[in-house]
């Protein structure tokens, strides 16, 4: 275990000597430490007037104008997911760029993606990972704004994909008071009720509540799929004093799925089976996951120019149930499907991560410096038991004609205990240099020590050969993760960008009880961030090119052996443009072209790897989405999100190609009162079908039909 006590000392006694540096020459002010308000200028953790966001704090962790990033950061603000009446974070991610949907775990809990070719599950909220165990999906109802930082970034947050990640910005209390009720009903019995209430405490303004729930009833055009939800969120904002600040920010849910992974490919291609088809079984019933995440943040400016911020966060997941799932692909000849039962018992995770920083505002050697100094610590651990039903008992069931309510299997196959502990401690250093009016550059480097142990227990089925194995694999890493970038302002309307950075993150077994290398990446890229249309437009343009090494991959001369010997590339271009056309019609789109390839995998044989596509990247993806807004308050308005043709899997030959798909959704607005809004969208106008996720070669979840959804919007 690292100590990092005389590093903590250090931090304290730089903290204790900012106020005799920042006496020396020139200074700027940091920002004030303000309680939000809906009519204030534009904050990086609250609310975004439009489409357009101006400012962000994920790529620096300090409230920085979006220009003077120079790496490629896209905001969506949650208007734009009350404009499309969704419920769901990832449909902000439609409009993102570059940002494609991976697996989802049959709905049982945060989905995966796809940014910039390379999968993740890297989620964050308020700066702080929630990916780290069973967490239910993201619901809308308490964000302000979903940011994606784009290219790697494991100089600033540690262990990640060389793709990006996303960072979802949570609402913060407000100054004045409201209420905001909302209540939808869709097809196929979609029920959703949604309260926001905001409220100060005190007279002066200086203690504020909010609260945030959601209740949801969905049924499905699949067969016998139903899921509930129950979501609430308080927070408080206290400013204790003029110099200090403190934010709470909870979130408790439940989620009640049935496990659904979609339906099969027939053959090597997709369409043959009912979509609606459900090829599980009604009776198992629902896995229910409860979560709860506490956030803490307090800020303390010790003079003008310098300021504490002390942060922390306690994650926990459970999820339990039972479900029919499949063991393979179907018999295209007659239609059987062989499946298992399998029961998911008692899965546990928690996380804890507290983060200590200083940030201060100088100016040595001539140059405005804002720096951003911090150490960190995280505890995770997780553990799961899955039971499997005895392997001599086929359960099958026909994909054309699906009949239910055989026997259960007894529950005597093989069965899984696994335990991961890590524990990882951290510095974070970074500097945001004004070298003169034209020139911004920001440099970075995060040294990371991490401490991983997996324990893991398989019994096989009885009367099987060694029936009880036991593996326990371990390992510790210092990690060294730079990061530098450069921005040069032509005109005010007009900067280029350009930016280097690192990314690691811890890989898996290698099947014999060993464990794999660290996964390696590094990103380059380059590109241009427009203001347009006197500041009501903004677009940021970005090229790439990013390879990633020490990737898991079957041993050419042991196929029961992983190795870390694999390597990938991603190439391509990104731009995301949102913002006001004219006074009364915004916008906001984005385009990606992604080209990906394994350097070095698998040669050879069925599954070979080098030279194929990495698996759901689409070459090209794209959306659009325009609102036209009438002076009284009403809208109308057109979504379009275009998917292009991907792999289901990473594999030269043979792999399933999922066809490329174009929806359209329509949505209007009725201002009937002051207080009422009335609200229409109807998706997917023309029926189109699609897939929107792939599981390997066999599993896809098809995309909802067209359906229209109604809601009411109370304010009192």
């Known amino acids: 275990m690292t100590n990092l006590s005389p590093i903590a000392a250090a931090l304290l006694g730089l903290g204790l000597s900012a106020q005799a540096l920042a006496q020396d020459g020139d200074s700027v002010e940091l920002n004030a430490i303000a309680i939000s308000s809906s009519h204030q200028e534009e904050r990086a953790e609250g609310p975004v007037e439009g489409y357009r966001a101006t400012r962000s704090a994920t790529a620096t962790r300090t409230d920085t104008p979006i220009e003077d990033i120079p790496q490629a950061i896209s905001v969506v603000p949650k208007e734009v997911l009350d404009d499309l009446g969704s419920s769901r974070m990832e449909r902000a991610l439609d409009f993102a760029g570059g940002v494609t949907r991976g697996n989802n775990f049959g709905g049982l809990q945060i989905s995966s993606y796809n940014l910039r070719g390379f999968n993740t599950g890297e989620i964050y909220r308020n700066g702080f990972p929630i990916n780290r165990g069973f967490i239910s999906p993201p619901d809308a109802s308490n964000l302000e704004r979903v940011e994606v930082l784009k290219g790697p970034a494991s100089g600033l947050f540690g262990r990640g994909d060389p793709g990006g990640l996303v960072n979802m910005v949570t609402k913060r209390p407000q100054t004045e008071a409201f209420n905001q009720l909302k209540i939808s009903a869709g097809r196929w019995d979609k029920y959703r009720t949604a ?14 509540v909010r609260v945030n ?21 308080p927070n408080l904002l206290w400013q204790i004093n003029e110099n200090s600040s403190l934010f709470i920010d909870t979130e408790f849910s439940r989620t009640d799925v049935v496990f659904d992974r979609g339906v099969p490919a027939v053959n090597g291609k997709t369409g043959a089976v009912n979509i609606s088809n459900f090829l599980g079984e009604p009776n198992d019933g629902k896995i229910r996951t409860d979560s709860q995440i506490l956030h803490i943040s307090f800020e303390h400016l010790l003079n003008e120019h310098w300021k504490l911020r002390l942060a922390g966060q306690y994650l926990h997941g459970d999820l339990d149930g039972a479900a029919t799932e499949s063991s393979g692909a179907p018999n295209s000849a007659t239609g059987i499907l062989d499946r298992y039962w399998r029961l998911r018992d008692g899965f546990n995770a928690q996380d804890i991560a507290t983060h200590a920083e200083l940030h201060g505002n100088f100016e040595l050697a001539g140059w405005h410096h804002q720096l951003l100094a911090g150490v960190e610590y995280e505890n995770y651990h997780n553990r799961f038991h899955i039971r499997y039903s005895d392997p001599a008992n086929n359960y099958p069931i026909n994909i054309h004609n699906p009949i239910y309510g055989q026997p259960k299997p007894a529950l005597t196959g093989r069965q899984t205990y696994d335990r991961d502990y890590t524990e990882s401690y951290a510095i974070n250093l970074a500097d945001q240099i004004e070298f003169n009016e034209q020139w911004h550059g920001l440099f970075g480097v995060r040294i990371e020590h991490f401490e991983q142990t997996i324990r893991g227990t398989n019994t096989p089925p009885a009367g099987q050969a060694n029936p009880v194995t036991y593996s326990k694999r371990s390992q510790k890493k210092d990690v060294v993760a730079p990061r530098a970038g450069i921005v040069y302002k032509w005109t005010p309307q007009l900067s280029s960008f350009a930016s280097v ?46 390879e990633k090494e020490n990737v898991s991959m079957t041993d050419p001369a042991n196929m029961n052996k992983n190795i870390a010997a694999g390597k990938v590339r991603s190439q391509g271009f990104d731009l995301q443009l949102a913002g006001q056309l004219t006074d009364n019609l915004r916008i906001i789109g984005a385009y990606a072209f992604i080209d990906t390839k394994v350097l070095k995998g698998i040669a050879t044989g069925a599954s070979a790897q080098k030279g194929a ?14 609102v036209y807004q009438f002076e ?40 009937a009162t002051d207080n009422l809004n009335l609200g229409l969208n109807l998706n997917n106008v023309f029926n189109r079908k699609y897939y929107e996720r792939g599981f390997g070669n066999v599993w896809h979840l098809p995309g909802e039909p067209r359906n229209l959804n109604i809601s009411a919007t109370f304010n009192f």
């Open 195 to 208: 309260l926001d209430i905001n409220r100060p405490l005190t007279d002066d303004g200086s203690l504020l």
């Open 213 to 233: 729930l959601a209740i949801e009833d969905n049924g499905s055009f699949r067969d016998h799929i139903e899921n509930q939800r129950q979501v609430i969120s």
């Open 613 to 626: 596509k990495l698996a759901n990247t689409p070459q090209h993806n794209a959306s659009l989405m325009t």
């Open 501 to 546: 950075g690192s990314s690691f993150k811890p890989n898996g077994s290698d099947g014999e009880g060993g464990v794999l290398k660290p996964e390696k990446g590094l990103g380059y890229e380059s590109g241009l961030k427009l203001d347009l249309f006197d500041s009501r437009l903004g677009a940021t343009v970005a090229a790439f090119y990013i």
């Open 632 to 671: 009284e308050g009403s809208n109308i308005g057109a979504a379009v999100n275009h998917v292009g043709e991907r792999n289901a899997v990473t594999q030269r030959k043979g792999s399933l190609k999922l066809p490329a798909y174009t929806t359209v959704d329509l949505l209007s607005r009725w201002q």
